[in-house]
């Protein structure tokens, strides 16, 4: 059973930063890869970043290419997202998943973290 918990969300004004963190307990090895995602009310969960374990590659939704970047260290089984120049419209929940394969689903998610950004 993987185990996720993200920290690092708060308040922060436009144009601000914020890292997020998602600590992995009970991984095995053969995670594929790890993903967040965000959500705000009324509205379905969106992609915002993914990146494989193995390799490190990385992909990002559109709307926050050039401003956010994840990245992984292995050794503590930690993924993290730092967010740069934020928005308002980058308020949401942040969530992190665990894909356990390349196919399969999001099969593990952490309890989120709120992230808000005022004007």
């Known amino acids: 059973q993987v185990q996720l918990v993200e920290s690092g969300g708060g308040l922060v004004q436009a144009g601000g930063s914020l890292r997020l963190s998602c600590a992995a307990s009970?991984?095995?090895?053969?995670?594929?890869?790890m993903g967040w995602f965000r959500q705000t009310p009324g509205k379905e969960r969106e992609f915002v970043a993914r990146?494989?374990?193995?390799?490190?590659?990385?992909y990002y939704a559109d709307s926050v290419k050039g401003r956010f970047t994840i990245s992984r260290d292995n050794t503590k089984n930690t993924v993290y997202l730092q967010m740069n120049s934020l928005k308002p419209e980058d308020t949401a929940v942040y969530y992190c998943a665990d894909k356990l394969t390349l196919a399969g689903e999001y099969a593990y998610w952490g309890q989120g973290t709120q992230v808000a950004v005022s004007s």
């Open positions: 009970g991984r095995t090895f053969s995670s594929y890869a």
């Open positions: 990146i494989i374990w193995s390799t490190g590659r990385t």
